[in-house]
C-alpha cells in the first residue's frame, strides 16, 4: 500500500466532511471564482466563508491570490488525487473480500444442493 500522510489526509476529510466547503469545491471545479462570488449562494456573512475558504486552503484544496483589491480562488485537485487512491487501496480490499465470501457462498449452497439431492 501507497503510505500516505496522516495529517494530510486528516484535513482533507475533515475539509471534506462540511457541506459548504464542499458546495465551494463543486463550485471552484467550473474555475476559478472571487471570495464574494462563493459567498453569494449561502445564507452566511463573508466571514463566515472566508474560515470555510481557510480550512480548505489548509488542506491543500485551493490557492487564493490577491489581485488588487480582489481576492480570486482556485481548485488544487492534488490533495483530492491522494484521498481518492487512498479510498481506492480499501475499496479493492472490500471487493476481494466479497468475492470470496460470495465464492464461499456459491460453493457451500452447491454442495448443500448436491448433498440434499443425494439423500433424496
Same mark, same amino acid.
Given at each position: !500500500?501507497?503510505?500516505? %500522510?496522516?495529517?494530510?489526509?486528516? *484535513?482533507?476529510? *475533515?475539509? @471534506?466532511?462540511?457541506?459548504?466547503? /464542499?458546495?465551494?469545491?463543486? /463550485?471552484?471545479?467550473?474555475?476559478?471564482? &472571487?471570495?464574494? =462570488?462563493?459567498?453569494q449562494p449561502f *445564507? !452566511? +456573512?463573508?466571514?463566515?466563508?472566508?474560515?470555510?475558504?481557510?480550512?480548505?486552503e489548509r488542506a491543500? @484544496?485551493?490557492?487564493?491570490?490577491?489581485?488588487? &483589491?480582489? /481576492? /480570486? #480562488?482556485? @481548485?488544487?485537485?492534488?490533495?483530492? &488525487? =491522494? *484521498? #481518492? +487512491?487512498?479510498?481506492?487501496?480499501? &475499496?479493492?480490499?472490500? =471487493?476481494?473480500?466479497?468475492?470470496?465470501?460470495?465464492?464461499?457462498l456459491e460453493e457451500?449452497? %452447491?454442495?448443500? =444442493?448436491?448433498?440434499?439431492?443425494?439423500?433424496?
Amino acid at each position: !500500500m501507497v503510505k500516505y %500522510s496522516d495529517a494530510n489526509l486528516d *484535513a482533507v476529510f *475533515a475539509a @471534506l466532511a462540511d457541506p459548504t466547503r /464542499r458546495a465551494i469545491l463543486a /463550485r471552484l471545479s467550473s474555475g476559478e471564482a &472571487r471570495v464574494t =462570488e462563493l459567498a453569494q449562494p449561502f *445564507a !452566511m +456573512s463573508l466571514p463566515a466563508i472566508t474560515k470555510h475558504l481557510g480550512v480548505l486552503e489548509r488542506a491543500g @484544496l485551493i490557492s487564493r491570490e490577491k489581485d488588487g &483589491r480582489l /481576492r /480570486r #480562488c482556485h @481548485l488544487d485537485a492534488g490533495p483530492l &488525487r =491522494e *484521498a #481518492c +487512491s487512498w479510498i481506492e487501496h480499501y &475499496r479493492q480490499f472490500w =471487493e476481494t473480500r466479497l468475492d470470496a465470501l460470495s465464492q464461499y457462498l456459491e460453493e457451500n449452497e %452447491s454442495k448443500e =444442493e448436491s448433498d440434499g439431492n443425494s439423500t433424496g
